[in-house]
């Protein structure tokens, strides 16, 4: 602010005496009174970033924490999970769709933004596309004039969700299916979506590509060269090109991994990191590394933790009873978004195209135990001492660990890459979840770490890991009773930076 004053005065030498010394006073009376000085720089430089690192689109992702996938097509009204391609698009016809209740009860619950499956493997279409008579347009829902992907862009925005596609490669429908001729008409139906229906914040494949299927009535099994049929690094470039801002996810990225399993649980060991030069979606014998990343991976691409409320991804009357409980789904949270990833919980619409009362059930009470588990943090604000910090200059120093501001954060000097911090938190308090965050900004980096409480006069370990990331939840097996606690950075990538410790 300082400097902006003398700028000032600079300008007002030219402009006139009268502003000079108008100016002048007013610099004067801002060093009197200490104006600026909140606004101090470090006097020590924050560390150099250590790639690779996260863009602005990932950093927003992982701030998301959890989204929702809607699976719906032709397989809510036949029963089937994976449709076979010969369904007639007559059955699909919602009585009462109304996706602003979906996105009521998504927003109620905290879900940031919304996968859709605009086509699936039956490759029915959600939309009306020029390329296709399989579609909705020959459905009898709304007399064949309904466009179920642009209603539920419109409603996810409405409600401030963002909104995304799952359109699979792999579809049981087209006669050219393993031909190069379906190669051009999947690179339309992307132009179309990615031309027509707003902003797409993430693109979905996954590696269901070939098997059986009805192919125009070939019936018949059809296999073909996942590494190569769809030429990717030709066909993600089409959706570049129209929305530079959409991350592409599948088992290699290039933006967001699969996590190598569909049963919620990431990796203890979560490295955001990846190197997908030899990876491609669907690819065998990849789910240990998928799961863990890569401490030397040459790419930011974090895992994304895929799991449905149901025992199916698609609505099946005979699995309301089978919804996941609130506990079930707590557990998933800290074995996703507690383990550094994003989670995509999928909840299908059933029949009438509503969310089905039991799955609103299992959400609403989910949403309230991680509200009132995590509603107090009983760190906030407290002191900490440090057993070192960045040269000594206060602007990185322990207590940044409990400010509550995310743009903060303690390290140390570059040469050190261990620490401890030390929580002093006034009187004894129960803890039984310890939640630790890294500055991923600026790069992973953490290796491994313990919590330790004092007893007997030393400290004891009462538990600890290896990787933190944008976020680390670890439920303690028995809660203790304490009035300090201390984190020790035992190895990092570089001199690590903690950006928060809260005591729950």
Request: hydrophobic residues 35%; aromatic residues 12%.
């Amino acid at each position: 602010m300082i400097k902006t004053g003398i700028s000032t005065i600079e300008r007002s030498k030219r402009s006139g005496s009268a502003t000079f010394y108008r100016s002048l006073s007013l610099l004067i009376l801002m060093i009197m009174l200490g104006i600026g000085t909140a606004c101090k720089e470090p006097d020590v430089a924050a560390p150099d970033p250590l790639p690779p690192i996260p863009t602005k689109q990932q950093l927003a992702w992982h701030r998301m924490e959890t989204n929702v996938f809607v699976h719906f097509t032709v397989n809510t009204f036949t029963g089937r999970e994976w449709g076979f391609g010969n369904e007639s698009p007559k059955i699909f016809n919602p009585t009462d769709f109304d996706p602003e209740q979906w996105m009521k009860t998504f927003k109620k619950v905290g879900f940031k933004g919304i996968i859709l499956t605009a086509k699936h493997h039956d490759g029915f279409c959600l939309w009306p596309s020029k390329y296709t008579d399989h579609d909705i347009a020959n459905s009898p829902f709304k007399n064949g004039n309904g466009d179920v992907v642009q209603a539920v862009s419109k409603a996810a925005r409405k409600y401030g969700l963002k909104f995304g596609i799952y359109l699979s490669p792999w579809d049981r429908n087209r006669a050219d299916y393993g031909k190069p001729g379906y190669i051009n008409y999947y690179r339309n139906q992307l132009r179309e979506l990615f031309t027509n229906y707003g902003p797409i914040y993430e693109m979905w494949f996954d590696g269901a590509n070939g098997g059986n299927g009805y192919y125009g009535g070939a019936n018949e099994e059809r296999r073909i060269d996942r590494k190569h049929y769809y030429h990717w690094p030709k066909t993600l470039q089409i959706i570049k090109d129209l929305q530079p801002k959409t991350l592409l996810f599948s088992d290699s990225g290039p933006d967001l991994r699969w996590v190598g399993n569909e049963n919620g649980i990431a990796g203890k060991t979560n490295w955001n990191m990846l190197t997908p030069d030899t990876l491609y979606p669907g690819k065998a014998h990849t789910s240990h590394l998928l799961r863990t990343g890569a401490i030397d991976g040459s790419d930011w691409i974090p895992a994304e933790v895929d799991v449905s409320i149901r025992p199916g991804w698609f609505y099946h009357p005979n699995e309301d009873s089978l919804v996941k409980s609130p506990e079930k789904l707590f557990d998933i949270y800290l074995k996703s978004v507690g383990r550094g990833s994003t989670l995509l919980l999928n909840v299908p619409p059933d029949k009438r195209g509503l969310i089905h009362r039991e799955d609103i059930k299992a959400l609403e009470a989910w949403r309230k135990k991680i509200d009132e588990t995590f509603s107090d943090n009983l760190a906030a604000n407290a002191s900490v001492q440090a057993s070192s910090f960045r040269g000594g200059d206060e602007s990185f120093a322990g207590s940044k660990v409990t400010d509550g501001n995310p743009d903060t954060y303690w390290t140390t000097d570059d040469s050190v890459k261990h620490g401890s911090l030390e929580i002093d938190l006034g009187s004894d308090q129960t803890i039984k979840y310890i939640m630790l965050q890294e500055y991923i900004t600026l790069g992973q980096r953490v290796k491994s770490f313990d919590v330790q409480i004092p007893q007997d006069g030393e400290w004891k370990t009462i538990t600890g890991g290896t990787t933190i990331g944008y976020k680390r939840i670890l439920p303690l097996n028995q809660p203790v009773n304490t009035s300090k606690i201390r984190v020790q950075i035992k190895d990092s990538r570089a001199c690590p930076l903690i950006s928060n410790i809260a005591l729950f």
